[in-house]
């Protein structure tokens, strides 16, 4: 029985490309796949038709807004003239944020100016900055001059800033003592932190003068003693 079956074997198995023969687990997983087939696609119809209502609802909200937005332009147009001008504050006080301005920073012929703010950063500051020669500017007329420095970015020269306020106040140097590192401020920034300097200066005078009569009348309260002092001293 077996010869008989390995005969059939190989008297069919050259033929089998040929008449394209499935076994009967093929044929019933074969049988299968349309329905699994036809169940993706209501599936993917359902899911679409979905998507194409709620498409439909996103672009009737995004022209009601549009409209709101066209409206609501018309009635502040008038105002509209005073927009370039806030932007051109905006892009100053963007640009001032780069900068930082140096006082009481010794001029020097020998040295650039970026090359000494170099060495003072490295040696004082314990932080190196990224410094283009060209942009670092001498202003005003006093001496020394004022030094302008920009640097690549803002975080640059707040990381600068914070290092010069942190360290310099606590060095025992001096000529470093009266070099200070400040925010390149707009003339409103400018008064306004003059304002709060004075504001600041006049709390601390007070302060200061109230404490100064307080030590005045202590020695005389002490010379002159109360009632109850002279009357027990007496008895």
């Not at 914070?162 to 470093?176: G, Q």
């Not at 400040?182 to 709060?196: F, S, T, V, W």
């Not at 009569?213 to 002490?222: I, K, T």
Request: proline share 4%.
């Amino acid at each position: 029985m077996c010869q008989h079956k390995n005969d059939v074997f190989h008297v069919l198995q050259p033929i089998l490309l040929n008449i394209n023969w499935v076994c009967s687990g093929c044929i019933s997983s074969i049988r299968e796949k349309p329905k699994s087939v036809d169940d993706q696609l209501q599936l993917l119809y359902t899911v679409l038709h979905k998507l194409e209502a709620e498409h439909r609802s996103l672009v009737q909200k995004v022209d009601s807004l549009t409209n709101i937005s066209l409206s609501s332009a018309t009635l502040v147009q008038p105002s509209a003239v005073t927009s370039p001008t806030g932007s051109a504050v905006t892009r100053d006080q963007q640009r001032r944020r780069c900068n930082i301005i140096i006082s009481g920073f010794p001029e020097s012929e020998q040295i650039s100016d970026a090359d000494f703010l170099r060495e003072l950063c490295e040696c004082h500051l314990n932080y190196k900055p990224w410094l283009d020669d060209s942009r670092c500017q001498r202003l005003g007329k006093s001496s020394p001059r004022l030094l302008r420095v920009t640097l690549a970015s803002e975080q640059a020269a707040a990381e600068l800033l914070f290092a010069a306020k942190t360290r310099l106040s606590k060095s025992d140097d001096s000529a470093l003592c009266r070099i200070y590192f400040n925010r390149d401020l707009n003339p409103a920034e400018a008064k306004q932190a003059y304002l709060l300097r004075k504001e600041r200066r006049e709390g601390r005078q007070s302060a200061v003068n109230s404490a100064g009569e307080g030590s005045v009348l202590n020695p005389l309260a002490q010379s002159f003693p109360t009632v109850s002092e002279s009357s027990t001293q007496s008895a």
